[in-house]
């Protein structure tokens, strides 16, 4: 590989930048976002407390007509982002659009752009005779660059829906597609093959950028888009992904538009400025080095959609220590890519490790070595929202001290909790989950304690996070266990809901089908929120003791929302 001078760090240090903000993205995370309304179940007779179907759905519409009234309350519920409450949410507009805007600049330095530069720049100052005119075509060619990916955008808005959008976020179909995907072009990025558009399409859209002005211009962006979509396709797909399963409507063509804003900007700030082309670094081995580190970091980023889909449907394979292993795995080959030890058929010889391979390399070894104990059940507590949930791991060191999982209490009614079952790679160890609403309901009222709601998703990225860096403090975890009933509402659960079960949402007029629709659906509800994780805090009745909020990674915060939960309902 043809060595890095000195003179390049500028070029070095802009790849550094932008792999460390792919490798800290939240690409992925999955939540529910069809949210329907639900209605309680009567089908278990034991519970001779809890009123009838109808008398629920009454209670709740009032229930909702509370909340509305209450001002501070559903500023509270609802809030998008607060000083040290973050919810995992939709993204909005304006994070998609500089979302978007880093991966085109990432995706400007791949080998598919970048040697293109100087010749489009050189082409726009021959055709236009002055530098006006040149200024004038460049900026047009970036218009076009833009409205081509905008446009892309609102194709997959409209060919979709929103609606569709929306429900992609945990369909297992579009989750195993996407790892497809992304491990494809990976290894396309390694340079076992080369992903290309239909060489006919190519050369009938190149015939129309020689009509001259502004039509030719703007075939020659359409021929710019098409020629590099090898390169550009993994980038944005992956930008695509962020955008349908966490955006809002328009998420993918705002998304598009910083994408298309970031790779456009290059070629009409050259075409002002010619002469700042000199001090650019020239093309070489480093872009083939760019595509392939990508290759590495997004074939790691494809086992979180993977992951997804195994915890929502039961696979029960993919466990923790499987997904850590496969990580370690990939960073230590990326280790060894960087300082020259691994090669792959299309690399450039490596004549020496410059210096920013050096400081990139110690980074990614580094992470390695973070990674590891968490093989033996370390929380790691910095990426644990991208992990499978501590409950799949087989060898847990951490569980040899840690409380076994309390038993039902003796002096309630309910002996056998529902679903338990299909959450055991959820449990926190220790706990005494529930994860059913009217069984909540009826040991709340037996035991004296409020019940704390944690609505969470098998996809919840700050989820993980929330019970891997607050829920086991000692005294957020003494609380937990010994003041409250905790009920674990799951809004990405698959499963089908029991026989006779399944209902009209009264809300929505939507049919609830599976367990996940249901939760969901009470948390739209009674709530008024459709981000995960939303902690509430009720009575037996169902009366809401405490202002609900999202993840909160102050340790003090939680303590004192727990705290002014049993105060509120001793109050009572």
Known sequence: MRSIKSSNLFKTGIILFFLTLILLADSTPARAFQKKADTVSTSDIQF?????????????KKRLDSLKKTDSLKKAVIATTTKGNIKEKPKTLWQLFFFGLGGGFLAFLLPCIYPLLPLTVSFFLKLGGTRL??????????????????????????????????AMATNGVFNILLFLLLVVFAISFFGAFEIVLPSSMVNKIDEQSNRGGVIGIFFMALTLVVVSFSCTGLVIGGELAV???????????????????????????????????????KSGGWLNAVKVVLGFVELALALKFLSVVDLAYHWNWFDREIFLSLWIAIGLLLGL???????????????YLSVPRLFLSIIVFAFVVYMIPGLWGAPLNSISGFLPPPATQDFDLTRITAAAPAPVPANTT????????????????????????????????????????????????NCRKMENSVWINPQVRSLMQNDYILLELYVDEKTDLPPGEAYTSPLTG??????????????????????????????SSGKVLEQPQGANYSVDNYVNFLNSGITAYKAE
């Not at 300082?339 to 690399?347: A, M, Q, R, T, Y």
Request: proline fraction near 4%; charge should be neutral.
């Open 133 to 166: 005119k040149a200024i004038g075509f460049s900026i047009f060619y970036g218009l076009s660059i833009i409205v081509i990916f905008v446009s892309l955008g609102l194709l997959i808005t409209v060919w979709f829906g929103p609606n569709a959008l929306n």
């Open 337 to 351: 890519y960087l300082i020259g030890k691994l090669k792959f058929s299309h690399d450039s010889d490596l004549a």
């Open 510 to 539: 939507q049919k609830i089908t599976t367990i996940g629709d249901k939760n969901s659906d009470r948390e739209t509800t009674d709530f008024d929120s459709n981000s995960q994780p939303l902690y509430v805090i009720i009575d």
């Open 48 to 60: 001779t407390s809890i009123p009838t179907k109808a008398d629920k759905i009454a209670a709740a």
């Open 414 to 461: 309910v002996k056998n909790k529902k679903y338990e079952t299909l959450f055991l790679r959820g449990h926190h160890a220790g706990m005494n989950e529930w994860y059913d609403y009217n069984q909540a309901l009826q040991v709340s009222k037996e035991e004296k304690k409020p019940i704390l709601i944690d609505f969470t998703g098998w996809g919840c990225t």
């Open 243 to 281: 955008a349908v399963t966490k955006g809002e409507r328009l998420g993918p063509a705002i998304c598009m538009l910083g994408f298309s804003l970031a790779l456009a900007l290059p070629f009409v700030m050259f075409a002002l400025f010619p002469s700042a082309m000199q001090g650019l670094p």
